[in-house]
């Protein structure tokens, strides 16, 4: 069972994305999208732990624990403070964030991506395109939809035929052990726990590997030890 917190603005989006997401409902569209083939079967695995209208109602739930996947859903706001916020928070550190957005274009989608953000689903996506990326997130997988897949393809390709500077400091052993789990999806308390260091030193070894790669977030250090073959794939 996949339990996920829903964070949107309107209480008309809470209420939709509730009915969407609740066990033994029917997957109807929320009020704000238009019924596509695909709706209309019954949502299994997903078991919705909490719904607020920003981050802040994320808190206790993050504290308690027993949290699979945060839902938000981005579209008519602000996505770009949206983006921030979830950097600032350091949330995809260990939680999959699945984004519902009406933003479009590369640029966009590449900075949620470098943001943590593991999926992105256009915000008139059907309810079971809606269910598989929940799941898809939850199983530690980045999803796309097929219109934003051959976009974010180039953007890579582009990142990845800009030359590479040498490194002003070299990652410790340790440093590269901790990129290697990052790059296999775990979070911070994954890997205190698989090291058997406290939560403080994961995180202090991830901050380090982030300033001597110039990355910005988790997602981009991985792709930057990629390119520098730090990681073995």
Do not use: C, Y
Request: proline share 4%; aromatic share 2%.
């Amino acid at each position: 069972m996949i339990r996920v917190f829903i964070i949107a603005a309107s209480p008309l989006a809470r209420a939709g994305l509730e009915n969407l997401l609740s066990p033994g409902r029917s997957l109807v569209p929320a009020a704000r999208r238009n019924s596509k083939p695909g709706d209309g079967v019954v949502a299994t695995g997903v078991e919705i732990v909490g719904i607020g209208d920003s981050l802040d109602a994320l808190e206790d739930r993050l504290l308690d624990g027993g949290l699979d996947v945060l839902l938000i859903d981005a579209s008519g706001v602000a996505s770009n403070s949206i983006l921030a916020e979830i950097t600032d928070a350091e949330l995809a550190a260990d939680l999959p964030i699945v984004l519902l957005s009406d933003r479009v274009g590369a640029e966009w989608h590449t900075e949620a991506l470098r943001s943590g953000v593991r999926a992105i689903v256009p915000a008139d996506a059907t309810a079971s395109q809606l269910l598989a990326a929940i799941q898809g997130a939850g199983a530690g997988l980045v999803v796309l939809h097929p219109m934003d897949v051959n976009a974010a393809i180039r953007a890579s390709v582009t990142a990845t035929t800009a030359p590479v500077g040498e490194l002003t400091e070299a990652l410790t052993p340790r440093e590269r052990e901790v990129l290697q789990m990052l790059a296999a999806g775990l979070g911070n308390k994954e890997i205190a726990a698989r090291l058997s260091i406290s939560d403080h030193t994961a995180k202090f070894h991830v901050a380090s590997i982030l300033g001597k790669l110039g990355a910005a977030t988790r997602t981009e250090a991985v792709a930057l030890g990629i390119r520098r073959g730090l990681i073995l794939l």
